[in-house]
C-alpha cells in the first residue's frame, strides 16, 4: 500500500527544542523494529504489578533554579506538561491479552494512593500549569470511592476531568452521579465486537454488546464527547478495523485506532503483531474514505479524520494514534502519576520517582510541587520502541494507566 503526499503531508509535526520537524506516517512494513533485548516470551514469576522496579539508585536531583522558579513542569526537551493521569487503581476485572497476565499480583491497598492524596495532588499539578486530568486504572470504575474522587478534584479545581473505563461496569446511575460530581466525558476501550473474540481478547466474562451499551448510556447522561479506543493485533482483530470505525458512525463518536505498544506484563509483544496506523487507515478508506481533521490539538496523541461522505460537523470521527509509525514525544504535554504514587514522566520510563513517602511525610505542597517540577525535568525525549537500546518497561500499562 503505496501512501501519496496527503499521507506525507498528513505526518505529525514534533518540535524538540526550536526544531520543528516532520514525521511522515509509516506503514508497518517499512518501520525496522527489532525485538526489544531480553524481551522473553517466558513465563514470568508472578508479581506485584508495580513491584518489580528496584528504588531509585539515585537520589531526584533538583531540577535548575529559573525552572524551578517557572511555577511550571517543564522538561529538558522544552514540553510543558498540561495533561496529567492519574491512575487511581491497578485492579481491573479483564486481562486484556496485551496488558496483563492472569496471575497478576496487585499491590497491598495501603500502598496506593487516598483519596485525599489524589485530590491534592491533583491541586498542586493545577497550579503548576495542569488543565487536563484522565482517571485510568487498571479499570478506574472499580474503585469504591470514584464519585468521592471526582467530587473532591471538582471542588479543589478547575480542570477539565475525564475518565478511561472499559465500560463493563457502568449503569445509569453512576454514570449520572458521576456528572454530578463533576466528570466531564468518558473514554472507552473496545476491541472486538465479536463476542467470542472478545472473550478471548480480555479473558472476562463482559461482552462487546455490554460495552455498546454503556456507550449508549453513556451519550445519553451527555459524558461527551465519547471517544473509543481499540488496539488491533495482527492475526488477531486487525480485520474488525472497518466495523469498529463504522460504531463511529453509528453513534456519533470519535473511534480511536491505538498501535499495539510493549508495555504488557509477559513482554510477549512483538513486531509482528503490530499494525500500523497506516495500514489500518487503508483498511478503511477501502470502504469509508476520511478526510484529515484540520483542528487535532498539537499535542495530542491522535490524528483525527472525518468521513467524507458525512457533514462536516459530523461527530462521528476515526482517529489513529500511532506511537510506533508516527512517535508524537516531541509534543509531549503528559505526565503520569502511578496508584501508589510514582511520578513516570514517560508512558515508557525505566525510572520513575516516589511522590508518596513526601506525601505522607509532612511535605508541604511547595515541596511536593518542586519534587513534580524536578521529576518532570527528568523526562526522556520519547519512548524509543523503534531503537535498538529499546528497554522494555518493568512496570505494565495495568499498572501505569495508560
Ligand atoms: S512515549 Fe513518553 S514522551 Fe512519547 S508521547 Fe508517550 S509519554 Fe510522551
Request: with cysteine.
Amino acid at each position: 500500500m503505496e501512501l501519496g503526499d496527503e499521507a506525507v503531508g498528513a505526518g505529525r509535526l514534533t518540535e524538540i527544542g526550536a526544531e520543528r520537524v516532520r514525521t511522515p506516517m509509516q506503514d508497518s512494513r517499512t518501520v525496522p523494529v527489532s525485538r526489544p533485548a531480553g524481551a522473553g516470551g517466558g513465563f514470568a514469576l508472578p508479581q506485584f504489578a508495580g513491584q518489580a522496579l528496584r528504588p531509585q539508585d539515585r537520589a531526584l536531583a533538583p531540577a535548575p533554579e529559573y525552572v524551578r522558579a517557572g511555577r511550571r513542569m517543564v522538561d529538558s526537551h522544552g514540553r510543558t506538561i498540561r495533561d496529567l493521569r492519574i491512575s487511581i487503581t491497578d485492579r481491573c476485572n479483564f486481562r486484556c491479552v496485551y496488558c496483563m497476565e492472569p496471575d497478576v499480583r496487585f499491590a497491598p491497598p495501603e500502598t496506593l494512593l487516598t483519596v485525599d492524596e489524589i485530590v491534592r495532588v491533583a491541586a498542586i499539578a493545577e497550579s503548576l500549569g495542569v488543565r487536563k486530568i484522565r482517571l485510568t486504572g487498571g479499570e478506574p470504575t472499580l474503585h469504591p470511592r470514584l464519585a468521592d474522587i471526582i467530587t473532591g478534584l471538582a471542588g479543589a479545581t478547575d480542570v477539565e476531568v475525564a475518565l478511561i473505563t472499559n465500560a463493563s461496569l457502568l449503569s445509569r446511575d453512576s454514570l449520572r452521579a458521576w456528572k454530578d460530581a463533576g466528570l466531564a466525558r468518558l473514554t472507552i476501550s473496545i476491541d472486538s465486537l465479536r463476542p467470542d473474540r472478545f472473550a478471548r481478547l480480555t479473558r472476562s466474562t463482559s461482552s462487546p454488546a455490554q460495552v455498546i451499551e454503556g456507550v449508549q448510556m453513556s451519550l445519553d447522561e451527555r459524558l461527551t464527547p465519547v471517544k473509543l479506543n481499540a488496539v488491533l493485533i495482527r492475526g488477531f482483530n486487525d480485520d474488525e478495523a472497518v466495523e469498529l470505525a463504522a460504531l463511529a458512525r453509528t453513534f456519533g463518536v470519535e473511534m480511536r485506532f491505538i498501535e499495539y505498544m510493549p508495555l504488557d506484563s509477559a513482554h510477549a509483544w512483538d513486531s509482528s503483531k503490530w499494525v500500523s496506523a497506516a495500514e489500518t487507515r487503508g483498511a478503511i478508506e477501502r470502504v469509508f474514505p476520511l478526510i484529515a481533521c484540520d483542528d487535532d490539538e498539537p499535542s495530542s496523541t491522535a490524528r483525527t479524520f472525518r468521513f467524507t461522505d458525512l457533514p462536516n460537523d459530523s461527530p462521528a470521527r476515526v482517529g489513529f494514534i500511532a506511537p510506533v509509525s508516527t512517535p508524537f514525544c516531541g509534543a509531549c504535554s503528559r505526565l503520569r502519576i502511578t496508584a501508589d504514587g510514582k511520578v513516570r514522566p514517560c508512558l515508557f520510563s525505566t525510572t520513575e520517582w516516589d511522590l508518596r513517602s513526601p506525601l505522607r511525610s509532612g511535605a508541604t505542597d511547595d515541596e511536593l510541587a518542586d519534587f513534580m517540577i524536578d521529576a518532570t525535568w527528568t523526562k526522556q525525549p520519547g519512548h524509543g520502541i523503534t531503537s535498538h537500546g529499546f528497554v522494555h518497561p518493568e512496570r505494565p500499562m495495568s499498572a501505569i494507566g495508560g
